[in-house]
């Protein structure tokens, strides 16, 4: 896999998801709050709550903030209620392809605020419908290869419902249909086999290879994306050798 797993990876590296945990904990409140307002505060009866929360225990987020995310959107607090949400898509460097799901009280700022990054980093903003084609919804279990040997894993996952084992580099990644994605993961954690990420995003079905000059370029935008507050994810189709990627992260 490549783009948004290889990216996941260079964060890890560098501990930037260390660094930036208060922003990371502001994303996925809006998420949960923004559930909780449209489906109901029963975690189990609501999926997309109860998506985010897991999100929020990946990321060790305490349980009273878990609450009061779910409790201010239970009772339509004012900042819920005026999110609205919104895909863009567009080019970075090179002709990849780059989706941005925005979470905002103000459309005009955002498109604004996007459409400035890509192009001050090699991309454009493009229409409705562009490059959403490219990108599947998937779950995404990242797995060390130190930790299991890939038939036992391979079994393991085909078994509780995953639809395929990649191995990428020094990772395996176990990829689910959003609906298997729990099944999946519970099956891994039953077992005593920890993760390194686990999460349902958009995957790319094919990618585009960067040399060293546009994969820098590739990466700042990248960087530069997550880092606007009305970002929720950021997903893109490059590839990277491995060789590039050291050098970079």
């Not at 050798?241 to 970079?248: C, F, I, Q, S, Y």
Request: hydrophobic share 40%; aromatic share 4%.
């Amino acid at each position: 896999m490549s783009g948004h797993s290889k990216w996941s990876t260079i964060k890890r590296k560098k501990g930037a998801i260390d660094s930036k945990r208060g922003k990371i904990f502001t994303k996925i409140i809006k998420e949960i709050t923004l559930a909780a307002r449209l489906g109901g505060g029963d975690i189990e009866g609501n999926s997309r709550l109860r998506q985010a929360v897991m999100a929020a225990k990946e990321e060790n987020m305490p349980k009273d903030n878990i609450e009061r995310a779910i409790k201010k959107g239970l009772g339509g607090s004012e900042g819920a209620a005026n999110f609205e949400e919104i895909t863009y898509e567009g080019y970075g460097p090179g002709g990849v392809a780059v989706l941005v799901e925005i979470m905002t009280d103000n459309k005009n700022r955002t498109v604004a605020e996007v459409r400035h990054i890509l192009a001050k980093h090699g991309g454009n903003l493009g229409e409705n419908g562009c490059v959403a084609w490219i990108f599947n919804k998937k779950g995404n279990i990242v797995i060390d290869k130190k930790i299991i040997e890939e038939d036992t894993l391979m079994e393991l996952a085909l078994e509780a419902g995953a639809e395929d084992v990649i191995s990428d580099g020094n990772e395996f990644e176990v990829i689910t249909d959003p609906a298997s994605f729990e099944k999946v993961k519970k099956a891994i954690d039953a077992k005593g086999i920890k993760h390194l990420e686990a999460s349902i995003g958009m995957i790319p079905s094919n990618t585009v290879k960067l040399d060293a000059h546009k994969a820098e370029q590739m990466l700042k935008l990248m960087e530069k994306l997550e880092d606007n507050d009305d970002v929720q994810n950021v997903y893109a189709n490059f590839d990277i050798d491995d060789d590039v990627m050291e050098k970079l992260s």
